[in-house]
T-cell receptor, first 115, second 111 residues
């Protein structure tokens, strides 16, 4: 069990550029979540996958955001035409398939700065 | 919509003191509650998870309690150490989909 990993850890981009983040969940965890955290706030839910199916999307996930989880393994989160308001920490989490706990395990996050 | 509140927003204590962090939530129909620790600029580390049917969980110097009917949870930290300095986040789950987080309590333990 190597934990949830995210890449890159930091990303600085200019307004209007596209960015893509990757998340590798704990192996055999079939649920994967994306959250966004701004300074001084708790994380806010963006979207959730069970295997390769995207089952829920927050209204925070505008048209410029898209997430995928091909083959139910790693996931990518893409932001098109970035805006300064997109600057935040993007957190990925995974949880096992068992209904016992739904405990979520978080990665180290990707910090995005849009200049 | 579930709303989670954490009080206080910040807390500073001398080393060795016992302390309590508070979390309240508006909808008691939760599946579980998790307490996390977050160091500056880092991801979240899960500390304790309490199922809705449980009253408390313990791990080392940490003890978390849950009163679902009143919408409250507390995190008790015994014999605090400077290494405990971090932001502590409370989050509730209504199922498999997502967690609702509070804004956290920033703890500073003074040596």
């Amino acid at each position: 069990d190597t934990g949830v990993s995210q890449d890159p850890r930091h990303k600085i981009t200019k307004r209007g550029q596209n960015v893509t983040f990757r998340c590798d969940p704990i192996s055999e965890h079939n649920r994967l979540y994306w959250y966004r955290q701004t300074l001084g706030q708790g994380p806010e839910f963006l979207t959730y996958f069970q295997n390769e199916a995207q089952l829920e999307k927050s209204r925070l996930l505008s048209d410029r955001f898209s997430a995928e989880r091909p083959k139910g393994s790693f996931s990518t989160l893409e932001i098109q035409r970035t805006e300064q308001g997109d600057s935040a920490m993007y957190l990925c989490a995974s949880s096992p398939g068992s209904r016992v706990s739904y405990e979520q395990y978080f990665g180290p996050g990707t910090r995005l700065t849009v200049t | 919509k579930q709303e989670v509140t954490q009080i206080p927003a910040a807390l500073s204590v001398p080393e060795g003191e016992n302390l309590v962090l508070n979390c309240s939530f508006t909808d008691s129909a939760i599946y579980n509650l998790q307490w996390f620790r977050q160091d500056p600029g880092k991801g979240l580390t899960s500390l304790l998870l309490i199922q809705s049917s449980q009253r408390e969980q313990t791990s080392g110097r940490l003890n978390a309690s849950l009163d679902k009917s009143s919408g409250r949870s507390t995190l008790y930290i015994a014999a605090s150490q400077p290494g405990d300095s971090a932001t502590y986040l409370c989050a509730v789950s209504t199922g498999a989909n997502n967690l609702f987080f509070g804004t956290g309590t920033r703890l500073t333990v003074i040596p």
